[in-house]
Antibody
């Protein structure tokens, strides 16, 4: 069955960077874009961007331009999302997801806490 | 960016009730709309895509309708496992945007 397994929770200080991984299995990794969506505590869903695992091409939400980098390693079917210059309001659960309806799969989420 | 406005933000209902949630897009998105259900501590789960197509494995009490700017998610007979937060999402253009969510609570 399809699985997206994300890396574990992180605690970072303001100004630091975080890199979250998302390992795909059960389908052809290069077949679907990989999106990243985040959810702050008690808040709604916010799209950050996507990567084409085949070409490596990316589209980022303007809000995150210059701070986010999405990459992938096709040899291990893994996508990565790195967010730099972290602030306290970046504290959130970060999800990877395929969003290619009906092939709509989500990772379990990675909690990133930004605190001094 | 296309803004997605959901209403109501919360609704109290009883088991067996019919529940309707609406989602309005700030500009036309054809049928590029999906509905998700999210329970606490879990990732969102796709219910409806292309405005009215039921995702495989989702109970038929869930249905979606609409096109253009106005969309509806209907739960025909609310079950205990349906108490959750529901989100709409447009995929017509970038950036992908979500509605603010509708929390369905027990009355």
């Amino acid at each position: 069955q399809v699985q997206l397994v994300q890396s574990g929770a992180e605690v970072k200080k303001p100004g630091a960077s975080v890199k979250v991984s998302c390992k795909a299995s059960g389908y052809t990794f290069t077949g679907y874009y990989m999106h990243w969506v985040r959810q702050a505590p008690g808040q709604g869903l916010e799209w950050m961007g996507r990567i084409n695992p085949n070409s490596g091409g990316t589209n980022y939400a303007q809000k995150f331009q210059g701070r986010v980098t999405m990459t992938r390693d096709t040899s291990i079917s893994t996508a990565y999302m790195e967010l730099s210059r972290l602030r306290s309001d970046d504290t959130a659960v970060y999800y990877c997801a395929s969003l290619s309806n009906p092939a709509n799969y989500w990772g379990q989420g990675t909690l990133v806490t930004v605190s001094s | 960016d296309i803004q997605m406005t959901q209403s109501p933000s919360s609704v109290s209902a009883s088991v067996g009730d019919r529940v309707t949630i609406t989602c309005r897009a700030s500009q036309g998105i054809s049928s590029w709309l999906a509905w998700y259900q999210q329970k606490p501590g879990k990732a969102p789960k796709l219910l409806i895509y292309a405005a009215s197509s039921l995702q495989s494995g989702v109970p038929s009490r869930f249905s979606g309708s609409g096109s253009g700017t106005d969309f509806t998610l209907t739960i025909s007979s609310l079950q205990p496992e349906d108490f959750a937060t529901y989100y709409c999402q447009q995929a017509n253009s970038f950036p992908v945007t979500f509605g603010g969510g509708t929390k369905v609570e027990i009355k």
